[in-house]
């Protein structure tokens, strides 16, 4: 539906991160109008190229703050949340932006009589041992109760361009020998390419996916975290010794190393919690139709998107080669 012949409005909180950007360019592709919501809109101003004059907005609003996140929900008619944190940062606590946040944008979604679109991740569960995935079950079971329409995407981990995964551990390979494996590596994961989140966003504003459920989102292919790092030396010409790191040890250096201050941590004791479940799609969910395939994407493999940003990390940038063979 539109309002005086113009395209709908689409309010979507997190918009300049790296889920976010993807999730604005692609809509804007579609031709809807976007309102940008963040706490930096003076930030934001790389977006506005991606949509023709007037069709991005930026708005300011803090996730902590209810009435911003009112006011910029206010005559939308679809809420996307891309709002989210590895780690904690004085007032961004798990509790503050994942479950207080997204029940703020949740109310201001039924407040505006929009629907919504939350982008979770997949281990999210009200009763788990980390306080990441128990801040995202928490915010789950409170947005289905407050929208029973709305619909829930938990990704695996994410690659693309801008993503903390594989660009951080590409990055550590060019300062350190080694690199850690973490509870021996063997932690599964599904890398999704954001593109294809953003793609599944897009159809959920659409309308041409089931609302009121929960999808599961991986990639092509499952990956061990030592795959993943293997994968990334591979791409990057590299050949960094992989150590192996057990949970203990590195959940004591990720509680030293969150005690820096101003300082990202390079690895926090609840990330170190996370790593002891696999990042996978559950078997529910792909019975269930309630993944990609499910929905008719077609997952992009990370082997042909990886070597178009993290060239950047080989010794000579592009000028290395193609990548060692595998």
């Known amino acids: 539906m539109t309002i005086n012949n113009l395209p709908p409005l689409v309010t979507v909180f997190g918009g300049s991160g790296f889920v976010g950007r993807h999730v604005v360019r692609t809509l804007a592709k579609r031709g809807y109008r976007v309102r940008v919501a963040v706490r930096r809109p003076d930030l934001a101003g790389f977006l506005l190229p991606a949509g023709y004059v007037g069709q991005?907005?930026?708005?300011?609003?803090?996730?902590?703050?209810?009435?911003?996140?009112?006011?910029?929900?206010?005559?939308?008619?679809?809420?996307?949340?891309?709002?989210?944190?590895?780690?904690?940062?004085?007032?961004?606590?798990?509790?503050?932006?994942?479950?207080?946040?997204?029940?703020?944008?949740?109310?201001?979604?039924?407040?505006?009589?929009?629907?919504?679109?939350h982008i979770s991740a997949i281990g999210a569960d009200a009763n788990s041992e980390s306080s990441y995935a128990r801040s995202k079950g928490r915010a789950e079971a409170t947005i289905l109760s407050t929208l029973p329409d709305a619909v829930i995407l938990r990704p695996s981990i994410m690659?693309?361009?801008?993503?903390?995964?594989?660009?951080?551990?590409?990055?550590?390979?060019?300062?350190?020998?080694?690199?850690?494996?973490?509870?021996?590596?063997?932690?599964?994961?599904?890398?999704?390419?954001?593109?294809?989140?953003?793609?599944?966003?897009?159809?959920?504003?659409?309308?041409t996916i089931a609302s009121g459920k929960i999808y599961e989102l991986g990639g092509g292919e499952v990956m061990t975290f030592r795959q993943c790092l293997e994968t990334m030396l591979r791409v990057t010409n590299r050949t960094n010794a992989l150590v192996s790191?057990?949970?203990?040890?590195?959940?004591?250096?990720?509680?030293?190393?969150?005690?820096?201050?101003?300082?990202?941590?390079?690895?926090?004791?609840?990330?170190?919690?996370?790593?002891?479940?696999?990042?996978?799609?559950?078997?529910?969910?792909?019975?269930?139709?309630?993944?990609?395939?499910?929905?008719?994407?077609?997952?992009?493999?990370?082997?042909?998107?990886?070597?178009?940003?993290?060239?950047?990390?080989?010794?000579?940038?592009?000028?290395?080669?193609?990548?060692?063979?595998?």
């Not at 932006?97 to 929009?114: E, I, L, N, S």
């Not at 599944?200 to 309308?207: E, H, L, N, Q, W």
């Open 159 to 207: 690659f693309g361009p801008e993503d903390s995964f594989f660009n951080k551990f590409a990055s550590m390979a060019r300062t350190f020998p080694a690199l850690p494996l973490i509870g021996g590596g063997k932690t599964k994961f599904q890398p999704v390419y954001v593109e294809d989140v953003a793609e599944t966003v897009a159809r959920s504003v659409d309308g």
């Open 56 to 117: 991005i907005s930026l708005v300011q609003a803090n996730l902590r703050y209810r009435q911003s996140v009112l006011k910029a929900a206010e005559g939308t008619s679809h809420v996307i949340n891309c709002v989210g944190i590895m780690f904690e940062s004085g007032r961004n606590t798990f509790d503050a932006v994942q479950d207080f946040g997204a029940r703020a944008v949740a109310d201001a979604a039924r407040a505006a009589g929009a629907k919504l679109t």
């Open 245 to 326: 790191l057990p949970f203990g040890i590195a959940s004591l250096i990720g509680s030293i190393a969150s005690l820096i201050p101003f300082v990202q941590p390079p690895i926090t004791s609840d990330q170190v919690k996370l790593l002891k479940i696999d990042n996978v799609v559950s078997d529910a969910a792909a019975t269930e139709g309630r993944t990609l395939q499910g929905i008719g994407i077609r997952p992009t493999l990370a082997s042909s998107i990886l070597p178009s940003y993290l060239v950047q990390y080989r010794p000579q940038g592009q000028y290395t080669g193609s990548g060692r063979a595998a």
